[in-house]
Structure formats: structure tokens, C-alpha cells
């Protein structure tokens, strides 16, 4: 009994001595062999008898690796991108990246490592905030088999805001503040004697700045006032900030004292807040 191997790549391997057991049964042993996938190899096995009669017998067997592949997609608050993933068995890996607002880039091909690590490029691609970007990568082989993974990354840069609240002795008061990544922001002040003002629509330049016309308003002394301060971005997220203010009139005294040749004095004076 021997058995010979060739395969559709044109190898050839034996011919194999078989070891023949009493109940017909045999086997090869293949422990020094090692067989390349995506090759369809053919065993043709042929019994041989006492008077050199032949008999033959083929079975194909074969196996194919099929690749995988795993993506990781981040960006950061500055619309950068980060595309790095791993991959098995493949030869060639591409990603594409579509938007939750219909933006779409890529395909990108990948750089592939020996180790199957791969990467791409982002370094000239903007991502905007509040929208979720899918990348789906795509790793093929040498048999064009695919294998696809998808990772989906975004970023929203919610708002901050700061405040500033002053009254001056004259009850006038002066509303300023800073905010970044802000739409709107609008401001409403309480008193400690239970007053309410507003809210006022602030002002918003595009630095972020912003402030809050007073004019009108007058504010009574010995009354603690807190402004709150929320900014609002495209995405309804908010963020506040508080400051008090207040102020108190000290009283102001002036005295004029005076006595005549007869001994007679005059006491006068003036005062403020008294």
C-alpha cells in the first residue's frame, strides 16, 4: 500500500509507505509534511497484491484561513481622527467612514503590518462635533475572502460658561461673562429679599464673550442679588455659573460745633445713610 499527494498548486508529495494492519486498515504518517492553505490537494492511495494487482482510491482535502480583522475609531475634541485596528490572515485591509449627517470618506487603504497591526491616515480629514462616524474596515485575502468589523466614534464639545455680576453704590448694575462652545445664554437674577429679574437674552459675541444690558434695572442696597448665568449649545446641552453681588450705603456723618461770647453753643451737622 503506498499513497501520493499532489496538489493544485502543482506540488507533489511521496509516494507514502503505508502501514498495513491485519484487518486491512493503514495509515501514513504526515507529521514531516506541512500542506499550504487555499490548495485543493489530491491522496490517491494504491493497494498492491501478491500477483502485483492494483487497486486505487483518491480523496481531496484541503483548508482556507479565512481572515479577521477589528477596527478602533476615536476622535478627539478637536476633530481629529485616530483609525488603528488588527487583522489575521490578510492581505489587504480598507476602511470607509460615513456620518450620521450623510458625510462619507474614504475608502482608505490601510498600512499592514507583519503582525497583522494596521493603520490609516486621518491626518488630512476633519471630523465636526455632534455627529457619530461610523468606520467599517474590510480585510481580504489572497482567495479575495473578506472579513469586516465596524467602531463608531464622535465627540461633543458641551458648553462652559463663566459670570461676572457687579452693582455699583448708584444700584447700577453690570453683567459680563465669558462661554465657549455656547449658542445662547441668558442670565436671571434672585434677591435674598425674594426680587426676581429676568431672564435676560445675553449678548453672545463670537469670542464668547457676552454681556447683559442693566440700564433699566436699579438695585436696592442691603439686598444680596445672585445672577445665574446658562449657556445652551446646538445639541440643547447647558452649563451655568453664579456670582453675587450687592452693596450697603455706610452712613456719613459731618458736625459743626460753635459757642457765642455769652456761652451759648450751636451744634449742627449732616449725614448720609443715617
Known amino acids: ?22 484487518d486491512g486498515s493503514w495509515s501514513v504518517d504526515l507529521s514531516g509534511e506541512s500542506f499550504d492553505e487555499e490548495v485543493t ?18 480523496d481531496t482535502a ?22 488603528t485596528g488588527t487583522s489575521e490572515h490578510a492581505t489587504s485591509v480598507s476602511v470607509s467612514i460615513s456620518g450620521s449627517d450623510g458625510s462619507s470618506y474614504g475608502p482608505f487603504p490601510a498600512t499592514l503590518n507583519p503582525d497583522g497591526s494596521w493603520s490609516v491616515d486621518l491626518s488630512g480629514e476633519s471630523f465636526d462635533e455632534e455627529v457619530t462616524y461610523t468606520a467599517t474596515a474590510t480585510a481580504t485575502d489572497n482567495a479575495s475572502n473578506t472579513a469586516t468589523d465596524t467602531d463608531a466614534a464622535g465627540y461633543d464639545l458641551l458648553p462652559t460658561v463663566g ?5 455699583s453704590d448708584a444700584g447700577v448694575g453690570t453683567l459680563t461673562g465669558t462661554s465657549e462652545h455656547a449658542t445662547s445664554v441668558s442670565v436671571s437674577i434672585s434677591g435674598s429679599d425674594g426680587s426676581s429679574y429676568g431672564p435676560f437674552p445675553a449678548t453672545l459675541n463670537p469670542d464668547g464673550a457676552w454681556s447683559v444690558d442693566l440700564s433699566g434695572i436699579t438695585f436696592p442696597e442691603e439686598v444680596t442679588y445672585t445672577a ?30 460753635e459757642i457765642s461770647d455769652a456761652g451759648v453753643g450751636t451744634l449742627t451737622g449732616t449725614s448720609e445713610h443715617a
Open 1 to 22: 500500500m503506498s499513497v501520493s499527494i499532489s496538489g493544485s498548486d502543482g506540488s507533489n508529495l511521496g509516494p507514502f509507505p503505508a502501514t498495513l494492519n491485519p
Open 228 to 257: 445665574t448665568a446658562m449657556a445652551t449649545d446646538n445639541a440643547s446641552n447647558t452649563a451655568t455659573d453664579t456670582d453675587t453681588a450687592g452693596y450697603d450705603l455706610l452712613p456719613t456723618v459731618g458736625v459743626s460745633f
Open 163 to 167: 459670570v461676572s455680576f457687579e452693582i
Open 41 to 58: 490537494y489530491t491522496a490517491t492511495a494504491t493497494a498492491t497484491d501478491n500477483a502485483s494487482n492494483t487497486a486505487t482510491d483518491t
Open 62 to 83: 484541503g483548508y482556507d484561513l479565512l481572515p479577521t480583522v477589528g477596527v478602533s475609531f476615536e476622535i478627539s475634541d478637536a476633530g481629529v481622527g485616530t483609525l
